[in-house]
């Protein structure tokens, strides 16, 4: 019997993936809706599996016109073969992303077929130290941004004592958290949503399996209301995993007690910031808290906490069922595994790419991007989201990898790629940053509250007509003074993108004094 594979990620859905899958099965077929596979330039990518070798063969960007008459051949001109032979799949190393746009995502028994369960088994059978030992050995870090080693932050948490809840009763029960932040707000970042919508499971597993090594009993993934596709997937697969045992009391048989549940955002950036998302969840604002206390020993209601970002704590079960030494094989340093790339912004292939860290940015926009949408040159890459350095087409050798990005001004982030081709503005853009700090700043701290809003009017002043010759200077203090004075990085990175705007494309900034000079001559002339 024939298969079709239909995405139902919110990028495919956004572009008739619902109506290609409704058109499908008014004809008859069997119609399987999956996540995406991340060619999101492809969306709707429809597959077919032939049952007789179960190779799936796909069509890309199908709509509805293209599936009537004699429907999808592999004649016609949107045939893309063999999808897993495509370049930009084959080259790709998936431990995260194993089994995205392979299954159904609320299927238990296709995630079961497809190695799912396997990660959290093997960690049951081992003793809580012994996992966060495999953890620590495999170099993960956190893939929100900060890149802190899991293992070391799990072996914290495991060493606390749970107390009760801030003003219970001494006798109340006391919990250990395993929160999830999947508020992913980075511009050019979608690898949190697409992994909920197209795997849920894999996630909840790896809570599950950080739950047994901590000791923690109740989770928390705090899911951004922007992403309704995301909760809906995520409510469902959880409902899903009680029914199995995967959650709930006694894991799979163990003695070990652990449960879910989706708390919403209200949209805020900063909630990105554990601690903000922690303030969030507790139901005041958004608004970051003062370290020490870390979140690792006073975290979610005084209690000790785990915050791993979505990609970390996915990358928990294919560690645990691979082993830890086959992860730290990968990547080069201290970044080692994989990382979830994300290709946006003006560039022709846009998508995800799971790769070992160390490939380079020149590689992943130029072989796997294919340059530009537009197809004018390239200027800048912004690299980590909008709190994230400037790259000149220059300098795009570098290698994706915590510490050479870090030696090069930058930093990784979230393992967003956001491209800009020669048209573009870097002053407007640097400007952009310190509004978007204005905008999302929380207001707990002066040099983030007050500095932003200065920011965005010196850079007014230093380009007009008539700006002080030490304009730049200041505003070099200002973002100084944020980066060595603000609470969190909200304020403490805003800097970052507005400094390399500034070193490396110069030429941006004086161009109205260019204009001014070239008016100014051409009245002499006349």
């Given amino acids: 019997m024939t298969v079709w594979f239909v995405p139902r990620d919110a990028a495919a859905l956004s572009v008739g993936a619902d109506a290609v899958a409704t058109a499908l099965e008014a004809r008859g077929e069997h119609v399987v809706r999956t996540g995406s596979r991340g060619l999101l330039w492809l969306e709707p990518l429809v597959e077919c599996a032939d049952s007789r070798d179960g190779k799936r063969v796909g069509w890309g960007n199908v709509q509805v016109c293209d599936l009537e008459a004699d429907g999808l051949s592999d004649t016609a001109e949107n045939f893309l073969g063999v999808v897993e032979e495509l370049d930009y799949l084959a080259c790709q190393n998936r431990w995260i992303y194993e089994r995205v746009g392979i299954i159904d995502p609320v299927d238990a028994d296709d995630y079961l077929a497809h190695g799912g369960m396997v990660g959290l088994q093997r960690a049951l059978e081992l003793s809580p130290a012994t996992v966060v030992q495999a953890v620590t050995e495999s170099g993960l870090r956190g893939r ?51 992994l909920m919508e197209g795997d849920p499971f894999c996630l909840l597993e790896g809570m599950a399996i950080a739950a047994h090594a901590v000791g923690a009993d109740r989770g928390m993934i705090y899911l951004r209301s922007e992403y309704p596709a995301a909760i809906a997937v995520m409510n469902e697969a959880i409902a899903k995993a009680r029914d199995r045992g995967w959650l709930g009391r006694g894991i799979l048989g163990s003695a070990c007690d652990f449960d879910v549940s989706v708390r919403v955002g209200a949209g805020s950036y900063v909630c990105g910031e554990e601690t903000a998302m922690l303030e969030s969840l507790e139901g005041r604002r958004g608004t970051v808290r003062a370290k020490p206390p870390l979140p690792a020993i006073e975290g979610l209601f005084g209690t000790p906490t785990v915050i791993n970002n979505v990609l970390t704590i996915a990358s928990v079960p294919s560690i645990l069922a691979r082993g830890a030494e086959a992860y730290a094989a990968l990547g080069q340093e201290r970044s080692r595994g994989t990382q979830v790339f994300q290709l946006a912004g003006n560039i022709a292939r846009g998508g995800i790419v799971e790769v070992a860290f160390g490939i380079s940015a020149h590689e992943l926009i130029f072989d796997l991007g294919q340059g530009t949408k537009s197809g004018r040159p390239l200027k800048a890459v912004q690299v980590g989201g909008p709190l ?93 003074v944020m980066t060595q004075g603000s609470l969190c990085a909200m304020g403490g990175l805003t800097p970052q993108p507005v400094l390399s705007a500034l070193d490396q494309f110069p030429e941006d900034f004086k161009r109205v004094a260019a204009r001014v000079d070239a008016a100014t001559q051409g009245a002499v002339h006349e």
């Fill in 144 to 194: 929100g941004g900060a890149g802190f080693p899991t293992g070391i932050k799990w072996q914290t948490v495991a060493q606390q004592v749970p107390v009760p809840h801030k003003g219970d009763p001494i006798d109340a029960p006391c919990h250990k958290y395993i929160c999830v932040n999947a508020d992913e707000g980075d511009s050019g970042t979608f690898a949190d949503r697409m």
């Fill in 388 to 480: 994230g350095a400037y790259l000149p087409a220059d300098k795009l050798q570098v290698p994706m990898a915590y510490e050479t990005l870090a030696a090069q001004g930058a930093m990784l982030g979230h393992g967003g790629l956001v491209v800009f081709d020669d048209s573009v503005d870097m002053a407007e853009q640097a400007r952009f940053a310190m509004e978007f700090c204005v905008e999302e700043s929380c207001g707990k701290c002066t040099p983030c509250r007050i500095g932003a809003v200065r920011g965005v009017e010196v850079i007014d002043n230093l380009l007009a007509s008539d700006a002080p010759e030490n304009t730049e200077q200041l505003l070099r203090d200002l973002c100084d």
